[in-house]
Every structure is written in C-alpha cells, then in structure tokens.
C-alpha cells in the first residue's frame, strides 16, 4: 500500500513498513531537524515533503491525495498524554494535533488508518480520551482495532510500551491485524558471559570516556552489583552487569522503577540512560591503582537508535548530515520502534 507518512520524525513506521513492503508517497514534519535526519535517511528531497506544519496544508492540498494514498500514518505527538509530561491531553495544543489528522483523513479518506501514541492514552481523563479518539473514528466510517505492544517483545532490548491504532475503512476488504504476539526468538550471543545485556547485542566499543560517568550515587557492595537509590521498601534496587539505570534525578526519594533488569527503560527525549559495564570488556583507560572492574557509562546516540530498530547505516546518514548528538537522542526517544512498525506491516 501507499501510505502518507505524517509527524513522521526520523522515520521509524517509515522504515518497518516499507521493509515490510508498502511505499511511501510523502511525509509531513515540523521539526527541522527531525527533518534533515529524515531527509539525509532517506534521500527525500523536496518533492515528497507534503508540508511541514500539518496545520498549514489546506483541505484542497490533502484532497489532491485522495486516490494516491491508501493507508495515513502517524505518531501523533504524545507529550500531551504522557505519565512524562503533564497528561493535559485535547487541551493541550499538541493533543489537538490528532484533529488534523482527523481532517486529512476526511478528505483523502484511505483504506488504513495506523496511529500510535503512549500507553497513558488508554487511561487519560478515565478513559473519556480514549472514548472520544474511537467515537471519532467510528463516525468517519472505520472500524477500529488496537493493541498495546511492547518494543521488548519485538526484537530490541527497550521496555517501550505503546498503544496502536488501526482503522479499517468500513465496506472495504481488510484482515485483523491484532492481536500481535512476541515476534522475539532468542538467538545464541556471542559473549556467553554477557547474553542478552544491553551491550552485548547493542552496544559500541568506546575508544574515548565522553560517555563514560563519574556515577557518585553508587556504592560497590560486590563486583558486579551497585546499588541505586529508589522508592521502595528497602530504599534501593541491585543493578548488575548489563543492567540500565535511569540517570535522571538520581537524588529523587520517590521515583521507582530506575533499575532495567538486561534491558534498556522507556527512551524519553533526553536519552539519560546508562548500563553496568565491565572495564576489562572497553578501551576505557582507568587508573592504574583503582580496584573497580565496572563503570556506568551512558548509552550512546547510536545505541538509542538500536534500541529503537534503526540500522547503523540510518544513524551515520543522519549524523552525517550534521545533527548534533542532543538531537539525535531526542530524535530516538520520539521515534517509533521499525521492529514493532515492521510486524503491522507484515500483517496489514
């Protein structure tokens, strides 16, 4: 199928639904550097840009595509909704978002519909959110399926929940897409003393320590556990070799859930993530009289990127065109993860 790919960011449901065999026609985005990533990515020039605000492109412009495009995609911008955010929903500007592609889809009116947006959405305002997202749709003349999937269970070491959304375009022929099981087969790893850490499938050999933290909230109870600080009845979570720890607000007294046990947390836009390395696996050159074997070293813009599904080669065209490493973590914490884009594909 041919689909319009909208807040299409660096492409994540780009990339998993044309490996899956659809095409895409043409893409909407605002953010200017989500777009010269996207750009260099994918070699789109001008001439697929249908429009970077979607509030700008007119009624006539989107009509144009009616015929064109089979199936609208889009991530629609979830700060609104998210437990990260302020959870203000349609009042704020960003939740209204999903109203412009509620206009596109009456005017070019595709066969599919495929939205995603974070797992809060499902309980936001008690659900009356939600309520109103499937009303919506349902009076536009599609039957509404979704699923929430996790990236985990779909190839990459990322505990990323999200909810999915597909509309059938009523009296037309479509199957059922969800539900959706693991697509996840555990393969042999190479580092036998590492399998299935972070690292092991998704990291990169660090030949300088800009990546590396001085991590003053650890303190070494063994050689291969620390202890990080949470809200819990002990006061503290083990982390381990492979291990993720959430960097942020590492003095907070009532954050929980900061410890990744051989996977990486949620990305958000600010990527502060690190995972439990062993120095004697890295070129990181360490003190001579230091007796720590371990490091917390955050993860690198590329290692997000992996966690979200994209390939190396998609990474170095997008830092080759000059975007600085702040963008390219937010860039893959408001990605979609390709593998979890590539399995709807497969099925749509």
Known sequence: MNFLDCFAGIGG?????????????????????????????????KEKLIGEDITKITDEEFRKLRGKVD???????CQAFSIAG????????RGTLFFELIRATK??????????????LLSHDEGKTFETILYTLDELGYDVEWQLLNSKNHGVPQHR????????????????????RSSYKQTPNRNEKSTNTITARYGEAQS?????????????IDKLTILVKEATV?????ACLGDSINLEYPDSKTRRGRVGKKVAQTLTTSCNQGVIISVEDTQVVMPENTKEKYRVRKLTPKECWRLQGFPDWAFDKARSSG??????????????????????????
């Open 71 to 77: 199936m609208l995609v889009g991530g629609f911008p």
């Open 86 to 93: 302020h959870k203000r929903g349609f009042s704020d500007t």
């Open 208 to 220: 300088n320590g800009s990546y590396v933290i001085k991590n003053k909230q650890k303190k070494k």
């Open 234 to 238: 002990k006061g503290y979570s083990e």
């Open 107 to 120: 005017q070019i009116k595709p066969q599919i519909l495929l939205f995603e947006n974070v797992k809060n």
């Open 13 to 45: 449901f780009r990339l998993g639904l044309e490996k899956a065999g659809h095409t895409c026609i043409g893409y909407i985005e605002k953010d200017k550097y989500a777009r010269q990533s996207y750009e260099a990515i994918y070699d789109a020039g």
């Open 323 to 348: 975007v600085s490493d702040s963008q390219l973590y937010k860039q893959a914490g408001n990605a979609v993860t390709v593998n979890v884009a590539y399995e709807i594909g497969l099925r749509l």
């Open 161 to 180: 929940e999200r909810v999915f959304i597909v509309g059938h375009l009523r009296g037309e022929r479509g199957r059922k897409v969800f539900p959706i």
